[in-house]
């Protein structure tokens, strides 16, 4: 069974501050890989995705994710948080449909 | 606009009722979804239709009956309405089938049963 485990439920960060957001994914062979935010009383907005094409992936607003088959990661990282990077942020991979994880509330704090 | 759109954005009913979802995309896609979020923010999907035909039915009472007239359009219909059904419901479209296909979502429809 293929399941996805964000690490962390609530990260708190300061503005200006790096983010890491957590995510391992189990399987047995490499899945596709996305991270969505959902800003309050949004839909869900696609961030970046990994579809075994290169390993550092980029995407929106400033975002990256590294996809590290060894360690069965794909944790999200920003350089540096903007108070408008507050959201829930969703690792999700994906076998003929999408798998969500728990979600990691992201704060900014001025 | 472009987009994935879904109707009503709130409905409170009371337990036993029945009442429809709508929801529409104007982006040409083949494939549509139903999300169902809870309380906790987690999020599963519940059906997914690929050209009007059903290709995901997950283990969803039967209450909940998805219908889909063409393909820019998938309804959702609950029966008798329970107060476990209260969530949040979204609404998704991508181009085609398969994993590597983005999802679109829609704004959610925030469902209270009372």
């Known amino acids: 069974a293929q399941s996805v485990t964000q690490l962390d439920s609530h990260v708190s960060v300061s503005e200006g501050t790096p983010v890491l957001l957590r995510c391992n994914y189990s399987s047995s062979y490499s899945p596709s890989l996305f991270w969505y935010v959902q800003h309050p009383n949004k839909g869900l907005q696609l961030l970046l995705k990994y579809t075994s094409a290169a390993t550092l992936v980029k995407g929106i607003n400033g975002f990256e994710a590294e996809f590290k088959k060894s360690e069965t990661s794909f944790h999200l990282t920003k350089p540096s948080a903007h108070m408008s990077d507050a959201a829930e942020y969703f690792c999700?991979?994906?076998?003929?449909?999408?798998?969500f994880g728990q979600g990691t509330e992201l704060s900014v704090k001025p | 606009d472009t987009a994935v759109s879904q109707t009503p954005k709130y409905l409170v009913t009371q337990m036993g009722n029945d009442k429809s979802i709508k929801c529409e995309q104007n982006l040409g896609h083949d494939t549509m979804y139903w999300y169902k979020q809870d309380s906790k923010k987690f999020l599963k999907i519940m059906f997914s239709y690929n050209n009007k035909e059903l290709i995901i039915n997950e283990t969803v009472p039967n209450r909940f009956s998805p219908k889909s007239p063409d393909k820019a359009h998938l309804n959702l219909h609950i029966n008798s309405l329970e107060l476990g059904d209260s969530a949040v419901y979204f609404c998704a479209s991508s181009q085609r089938a398969g994993e590597n296909n983005e999802q679109f979502f829609g704004p959610g429809t925030r469902l209270t049963v009372l």
């Open positions: 999700v991979a994906t076998r003929g449909k999408l798998i």
